[in-house]
Every structure is written in structure tokens, then in C-alpha cells.
């Protein structure tokens, strides 16, 4: 399992491309992608974005001047639908764990997500994204 974290300062169509392609001739058997790198209070990239907090990336309509809750940088040379340049590079090469916000059978989310939970409550053991791979043929994740 490859976990890849894209849209990070500098990153452009070319390089998400470009990454994407090598994994797969690496060919990992699942590769996760996280789209935005988390801004953490007090690193040196939360100071270079200080005066830009209000644009980060911020899921479930967290406050937004604050970074004690969950924001993210996109770099904006991704476009105005980085998810979607995203979801069209991965296709549906099933290597990929890519939580395409337009297709809403698409979980990969560890937490609050209750196929995973019930797949342990029944017995299911090993790395969570090995179990989530072991029931993605048994129904949608």
C-alpha cells in the first residue's frame, strides 16, 4: 500500500499526471490518494499561508480563522476541479483508493465508515485498506 499525498505547493496537472502513471507501473496492490496537505498550526508552511487562511480548503464547514480544526492547501495551478482531474487520471483502476466526491458509493474514508466497521464486526482482520479491498467485490464501498 502506497499512500500519496497530492496538490502540496508547486504541484500541477503535469506532476499529479506524472505521479499517477508511475504508480501504476510501480503497481502497488492499492495506492490511497489524499488530495490538499493539512496545514498544522505553528509548522512553516501554516506561516507562508497566514495571510490566505480564509481561502484553505476547510471540510464540514469548520470556522475559518482558526487552525485548530482540519484545513488544507490545493495548489491552485490544479484548476477549479482538482478532484475531478484526479478521478480522470485514476479511471477506475481498482489499485486506487480515490474518495471521488461525485460518486457517492465511493468510501474510503477509515473513519465513519460502516462498511469497514461491520466487515470487522464480523470478523474481517488485517491493514484497513487490505479489508476494505477484500469486500469491494462483496457490495460498493
Known sequence: MLDLLLGAPGETPDTVKYTIEKIK?????????????RIFPGTSIAKQFQNSIDDLYRPRNYPRKSLL???FYISPELGSDPAGLVAELVADDPRFFFADTRK???NYNYNENLPLVEA????HRGAYWDILRRIAGERKI
Open 69 to 71: 480544526y482540519p484545513a
Open 120 to 123: 470487522i464486526a464480523k470478523g
Open 104 to 106: 457517492k458509493d465511493r
Open 25 to 37: 507501473t510501480v503497481s502497488p496492490d492499492r495506492a490511497g490518494i489524499s488530495l490538499g496537505v
